[in-house]
């Protein structure tokens, strides 16, 4: 017998299993994702900084066969909702401290969605921000793309791994809301 509960039969709908049975599993898929999206923007940025490569030839891991990719709008929008939605699914499966710092990470996310929702509504429409030459982000207007973005990488994944760590080793208040079987057992 575990020392927290987990969804005892089959979950009412496909989210509840992905907080419930299937949690670990979840934020391991998710996890995969998050850090290869990371790695194609420290390559880029490694290009850049380290290779000296011009920015317009730095294009990441994927981008150098796929130059595509780099200057699709909806790429990088695609991406920024999967991250929304990953948070969002995921939510109800933390508790306590854990809970906090998915949430801080879910509100940076929020933004960075946002931001690059804007990017692509300017590239469907022509009407750039401000009149710029090319789609721009609100903080984009002080920050060059290539950094911001890292940036943004970076306040995102920070909470989102403090969270995950404390949903692995939850206080015993916090292990007994958990409905998932992401914490060890006590004594592990």
Do not use: K
Not at 2 to 16: C, D, F, K, L, Y
Not at 158 to 163: K, R
């Amino acid at each position: 017998m575990t020392s927290h509960p987990v969804s005892a039969g089959r979950p009412a709908s496909w989210a509840a299993g992905l907080n419930t049975d299937h949690h670990r599993t979840a934020l391991g898929l998710f996890l995969v994702v998050v850090v290869a999206h990371w790695a194609e923007h420290l390559a880029q940025a490694a290009q850049v900084y380290v290779l000296g490569w011009p920015l317009a030839e730095a294009r990441g891991v994927l981008g150098m066969p796929f130059p595509w990719l780099v200057t699709s709008e909806w790429m990088h929008y695609g991406y920024a909702l999967v991250m929304l939605a990953g948070f969002l699914l995921l939510r109800q499966g933390f508790t306590g401290r854990a809970r906090t710092w998915w949430n801080v990470a879910l509100g940076i996310q929020v933004w960075h969605h946002f931001e690059h929702l804007l990017l692509l509504l300017q590239a469907l429409t022509g009407n750039h921000l401000l009149g710029r030459p090319v789609p721009v982000s609100i903080l984009q207007l002080a920050f060059p793309r290539m950094e911001l973005h890292l940036f943004y990488n970076a306040v995102v994944f920070a909470p989102m791994v403090v969270a995950m760590i404390m949903h692995r080793r939850p206080r015993p208040a916090e292990r007994s809301l958990m409905r998932c079987a992401c914490a060890p057992q006590a004594g592990w």
